[in-house]
Nanobody, 119 residues
């Protein structure tokens, strides 16, 4: 049974930090490009950061570059998003997304975790 479970969200003041985690099971973690997306109220879901297989190249959206860092632990089957210097505009539900690097129809979403940044 596939599970993708986010954790680590919460309420933080502007300028603060949070670390999100996404624990995956039920599939071969190392075969998947892992990403973080977010969706703010009234807005479309957007890509925040990704670690792309097969070479583990990382990308970060321009709006978070220099503040957020994506990483993963293949032993623990866990994806992370370190978020520093948080801003109120970072407030959103953050989702973990897994997509097989070759067979792209094999993909899974987590249920999301709320991040709220107060000014």
């Amino acid at each position: 049974q596939v599970q993708v479970v986010e954790s680590g969200g919460g309420l933080v003041q502007s300028g603060g930090s949070l670390r999100l985690a996404c624990t995956a099971s039920g599939f071969t973690f190392d075969d998947y490009t892992m990403s973080w997306y977010r969706q703010a109220p009234g807005k479309e879901r957007e890509l925040v950061a990704a670690i792309a297989r097969p070479d583990d190249m990382t990308t970060h959206a321009a709006s978070v570059k220099g503040r957020f860092t994506i990483s993963k632990d293949n032993v623990k089957n866990t994806l992370y998003l370190q978020m520093n210097s948080l801003k109120p505009e970072d407030t959103a539900v953050y989702y973990c997304y897994a997509q097989h690097w070759l067979f792209t129809s094999k993909n899974y979403w987590g249920q999301g975790t709320q991040v709220t940044v107060s000014s």
